[in-house]
Nanobody, 126 residues
Framework: VRLVDSGGGLMQPGGSLRLACAASGFSFSRSSMGWFRQAPGKEREGVAAINSDGRTVVADSVKGRFNISLEKAWDVLYLQMNSLKPEDTAMYFC?????????????????????WGQGTQVTVSS
Protein backbone atom coordinates (compact mmCIF):
# COMPACT_ATOMS: atom_id res chain seq x y z
CA VAL A 1 0.00 0.00 0.00
CA ARG A 2 1.29 3.42 -0.91
CA LEU A 3 -0.27 6.78 -0.09
CA VAL A 4 1.16 9.95 -1.64
CA ASP A 5 0.00 13.31 -0.27
CA SER A 6 0.15 16.52 -2.27
CA GLY A 7 -1.37 19.99 -2.54
CA GLY A 8 0.05 21.77 0.48
CA GLY A 9 1.62 25.19 0.38
CA LEU A 10 1.57 28.73 1.72
CA MET A 11 -1.78 30.48 1.78
CA GLN A 12 -3.08 33.72 3.23
CA PRO A 13 -5.82 33.62 5.87
CA GLY A 14 -9.21 33.21 4.26
CA GLY A 15 -7.81 31.35 1.29
CA SER A 16 -8.43 27.82 0.05
CA LEU A 17 -6.33 24.76 -0.70
CA ARG A 18 -7.18 21.28 -1.87
CA LEU A 19 -5.07 18.38 -0.69
CA ALA A 20 -4.93 15.11 -2.60
CA CYS A 21 -3.90 11.63 -1.56
CA ALA A 22 -3.17 9.14 -4.32
CA ALA A 23 -3.55 5.55 -3.16
CA SER A 24 -2.11 2.44 -4.77
CA GLY A 25 -2.29 -1.17 -3.69
CA PHE A 26 -5.27 -0.41 -1.47
CA SER A 27 -8.86 -1.56 -1.82
CA PHE A 28 -11.52 1.01 -0.97
CA SER A 29 -14.14 -1.66 -0.33
CA ARG A 30 -14.56 -2.24 3.43
CA SER A 31 -12.14 0.50 4.44
CA SER A 32 -11.77 3.89 6.06
CA MET A 33 -9.58 6.80 5.05
CA GLY A 34 -8.87 10.10 6.67
CA TRP A 35 -6.87 13.29 6.88
CA PHE A 36 -4.85 14.12 9.96
CA ARG A 37 -2.60 17.00 10.91
CA GLN A 38 0.22 17.66 13.28
CA ALA A 39 1.52 21.07 14.29
CA PRO A 40 4.95 21.49 15.91
CA GLY A 41 4.85 20.46 19.54
CA LYS A 42 1.33 19.07 19.28
CA GLU A 43 -0.13 15.61 18.92
CA ARG A 44 -1.46 14.37 15.62
CA GLU A 45 -5.19 14.99 15.37
CA GLY A 46 -7.95 13.84 13.09
CA VAL A 47 -9.36 16.42 10.67
CA ALA A 48 -11.82 14.52 8.49
CA ALA A 49 -12.52 10.93 7.54
CA ILE A 50 -14.70 8.76 5.34
CA ASN A 51 -15.58 5.08 5.32
CA SER A 52 -16.54 2.78 2.47
CA ASP A 53 -20.21 3.08 3.45
CA GLY A 54 -19.99 6.77 2.57
CA ARG A 55 -20.09 8.11 6.12
CA THR A 56 -18.05 11.28 6.49
CA VAL A 57 -17.02 13.10 9.63
CA VAL A 58 -15.09 16.31 10.26
CA ALA A 59 -13.54 17.64 13.43
CA ASP A 60 -15.36 20.45 15.19
CA SER A 61 -12.38 22.76 14.64
CA VAL A 62 -12.84 22.61 10.85
CA LYS A 63 -16.57 22.00 10.53
CA GLY A 64 -18.14 24.19 7.87
CA ARG A 65 -14.73 24.95 6.34
CA PHE A 66 -13.20 21.60 5.34
CA ASN A 67 -14.73 18.85 3.25
CA ILE A 68 -13.48 15.33 2.53
CA SER A 69 -14.27 13.41 -0.63
CA LEU A 70 -13.16 10.25 -2.40
CA GLU A 71 -12.77 9.84 -6.14
CA LYS A 72 -12.99 6.07 -6.41
CA ALA A 73 -12.39 6.00 -10.16
CA TRP A 74 -8.94 7.48 -9.67
CA ASP A 75 -8.19 6.16 -6.17
CA VAL A 76 -7.74 9.68 -4.85
CA LEU A 77 -8.81 11.12 -1.50
CA TYR A 78 -9.30 14.88 -1.31
CA LEU A 79 -9.48 17.46 1.45
CA GLN A 80 -10.96 20.77 0.38
CA MET A 81 -9.95 23.45 2.85
CA ASN A 82 -11.72 26.82 2.75
CA SER A 83 -11.57 29.90 4.96
CA LEU A 84 -8.12 28.89 6.16
CA LYS A 85 -6.90 30.23 9.50
CA PRO A 86 -3.36 30.53 10.89
CA GLU A 87 -4.22 27.78 13.39
CA ASP A 88 -4.70 25.39 10.45
CA THR A 89 -0.93 25.50 9.90
CA ALA A 90 0.40 21.95 10.22
CA MET A 91 1.75 18.95 8.37
CA TYR A 92 -1.22 17.14 6.87
CA PHE A 93 -1.23 13.37 6.38
CA CYS A 94 -3.67 11.04 4.72
CA UNK A 95 -4.16 7.61 6.24
CA UNK A 96 -6.03 4.40 5.52
CA UNK A 97 -7.13 1.21 7.19
CA UNK A 98 -8.78 -1.95 5.90
CA UNK A 99 -11.45 -1.69 8.59
CA UNK A 100 -14.79 0.05 8.41
CA UNK A 101 -14.87 2.55 11.24
CA UNK A 102 -18.19 4.13 12.14
CA UNK A 103 -18.13 6.45 15.12
CA UNK A 104 -16.73 9.95 14.86
CA UNK A 105 -14.23 9.17 17.56
CA UNK A 106 -12.95 6.04 15.88
CA UNK A 107 -12.77 7.61 12.43
CA UNK A 108 -10.70 10.53 13.73
CA UNK A 109 -8.35 8.49 15.95
CA UNK A 110 -4.84 8.16 14.45
CA UNK A 111 -4.08 4.80 16.16
CA UNK A 112 -6.89 3.18 14.16
CA UNK A 113 -5.01 3.70 10.89
CA UNK A 114 -2.08 1.61 9.74
CA UNK A 115 -1.18 3.12 6.36
CA TRP A 116 0.14 6.69 6.15
CA GLY A 117 1.22 9.14 3.52
CA GLN A 118 4.44 11.13 3.79
CA GLY A 119 2.64 14.37 4.63
CA THR A 120 2.25 17.74 2.96
CA GLN A 121 2.89 21.05 4.72
CA VAL A 122 0.14 23.65 4.95
CA THR A 123 1.13 27.11 6.17
CA VAL A 124 -1.46 29.83 6.64
CA SER A 125 0.10 33.23 7.11
CA SER A 126 -0.18 36.78 5.86
Amino acid sequence: VRLVDSGGGLMQPGGSLRLACAASGFSFSRSSMGWFRQAPGKEREGVAAINSDGRTVVADSVKGRFNISLEKAWDVLYLQMNSLKPEDTAMYFCAATSRILYSTGSLLAPPNYNYWGQGTQVTVSS
